[in-house]
């Protein structure tokens, strides 16, 4: 009998790798899966950073020097108002649904990655530089992605900058992977082959060890760990029981109180560090800034003899969760923009906070925002006063707008071009 052959001790002699499991098959379903899966993922992530508006530079630019890469960017807008909610929520929990399949993938190409010789051909060449880049840009994004969902932010720099051009390296490196493999995939597939019937290829172990699971069953483990990640992280979408089954999920700041104000809180006032002495009827007041330097201090009995509008929107981060429609009420951000001299075609418009820590202290609009019937300085909601966590005295509410451009505790607002 024909030994198999070495190319020394450890991970690179074939027969180190000695899983039945392993094969063209195998690896094949489980490619097919992220194919579909993160190509998915790599639109929804552009349609969310673009819903940040990063053209509004320096304010939400996160990103220096896109370049090319920006190519898509455009005026996000606010119809329909669920837009956003839809987006991230698909993005985040697709996200996490996947994470075991991506892991069983990484472990059924492994032997791969310590194949010799390192290039048999320019194309084997391509095809390994590929699956390095494949490899460390997926366990980049993945991880970077699940910590910025559980509000971890333990890596360095920005998170915007980070899995932006992360994103382009892995799905660059991903595409040509594709596009290598995927005809053999495809094959694959077709012949169904088992374990007895299958080529031997650097996937196929040329010792295995006894079988003590099909490779379907295999699958059926992977596909059972996607849909218990898919059934404790989904509920953060929704409000009411099931967001308790989020168990995966950040659950903000606060737990929700019961009654009109009942509903997700991602930063608390104390964690903003707001000040109610600053907060106060007899202390706010709102400073409106327009077309050449107009400017007018409003307090709260101010904005309230106002025309006053309602609108039903919801509430949408990037970490993934999402409120259903709440019922805001307060005065338009265009009927703001008409007191400092924008009678029509508001403009732009830069948000400022009185709040002390963390990120997003200070947000743009853009002018369809801004003109938008629905778009508020909402003053009230669910029919009650806004609490302290959810922005007393007022904040921003702007249809299919990231809850981040929702700015909180609103101090001044510049209307003008950005």
Known sequence: MRRAPSHGPGPFSPGFWRSPLRGPWFTSVLGVVLLGGITVLFVTGLVSYAAYNPDLSPVNDKTPDKGILGFYLFSWPTNPHWLYRLNQGVHVTLGITLIPVLLAKLWSVVPKLFALPPARSLTHALERISLLLLVGGALFEFVTGVLNVQLDYVFPGSFYPLHFYGAWVFFAAFVAHAALKMPMALRNLRHMRDSREEEKTELVSPNPSPPTVSRRGALGFVGGGSLLLFATTAGQNFDGPLRRTALLAPHGGAEPVSGPAGFQINKTAAYAGIRAVDTSDEAWRLVVEGRDGRTVRLSRADLLQLPLHSAALPIACVEGWSTSDQWWRGV????????????????????????QRGSFRRAALRANQVADSRSLLALFVNGEDLTPDHGHPARIIVPAAPGVLNTKWVARMTFGDL
Not at 332 to 355: C, H
């Open 332 to 355: 338009r951000l265009r009927d703001l923009a008409a007191l400092v001299g924008y009678d029509t075609d508001p403009p732009d418009v830069f948000v400022e906070s009185l709040q």
